[in-house]
């Protein structure tokens, strides 16, 4: 079936450093690729939606220039949060999907602690 | 995208079919119903999905009623395993979007 992979698993870092997330489809060219965000018993927060080739469409209240994503090929997106905070701390995850009626598939997430 | 009303919890014993219920009763004629399932601290795994015909695979069985305002996710012989949150979404086919609502945590016990 197919393969989202995410990396890394979980990262940990001081306040105000950068980090960057990749998603890759493994075994299929995703068109779209999303970013999703998740708290603690909270429900999965839809960031943007990316293309490849073109610029992310970020949802109402995502900041484009704290999340960066770039989509530069068929089966990599990335992911950089910049200037991390702790307030930044979340379940980051990512999907893709290939043709149109085609389901998402969903990478196993980022934990992300900022100190 | 129209949106779905899913119970908050259910039980269901172990070797059981467990039946869960999703509403949407606002579904347009080009929206598919879509189920996906999140096990504690991973990404969702899709389930299944289908428009209108009753859908069945390795995972599970999906019942959409005639006039498409509900449907049923059937898991036909739960195992402990099958403990998670399952999402209930409708999506306009070709559309991007996969909005999550809160989902029915299901808990499988033996």
């Known amino acids: ?115 | 995208d129209a949106k779905t009303t899913q119970p908050t919890s259910m039980d269901c014993a172990e070797g059981r079919a467990a039946n869960l219920p999703c509403n949407h009763s606002t579904i347009s004629g080009n929206e598919y119903v879509y189920w996906y399932r999140q096990i504690h601290s991973q990404g969702p795994q899709y389930i299944i999905h289908g428009l209108k015909n009753n859908e069945t695979n390795e995972m599970a069985s999906l019942i959409i009623t005639e006039d498409r305002k509900s449907s049923t996710l059937i898991l036909p012989h739960a195992t402990l395993r099958d403990t998670a949150v399952y999402y209930c979404i409708v999506r306009v086919g070709g559309g991007n979007k996969l909005v999550f609502g809160a989902g029915t945590i299901l808990r499988v016990k033996s």
């Open chain 1, 1 to 115: 079936g197919a393969v989202v992979s995410q990396h890394p698993s979980w990262v940990i870092c001081k306040s105000g450093t950068s980090v960057k997330i990749e998603c890759r489809s493994l075994d299929f060219q995703a068109t779209t690729m999303f970013w999703y965000r998740q708290f603690p018993k909270q429900s999965l927060m839809l960031m943007a939606t990316s293309n490849e080739g073109s610029k992310a469409t970020y949802e109402q209240g995502v900041e484009k220039d704290k999340f960066l994503i770039n989509h530069a090929s068929l089966t990599l997106s990335t992911l950089t949060v910049t200037s991390a905070h702790p307030e930044d701390s979340s379940f980051y995850i990512c999907s893709a999907r290939g043709p149109l009626n085609q389901p998402q598939h969903f990478g196993d997430g980022t934990r992300l602690s900022i100190l």
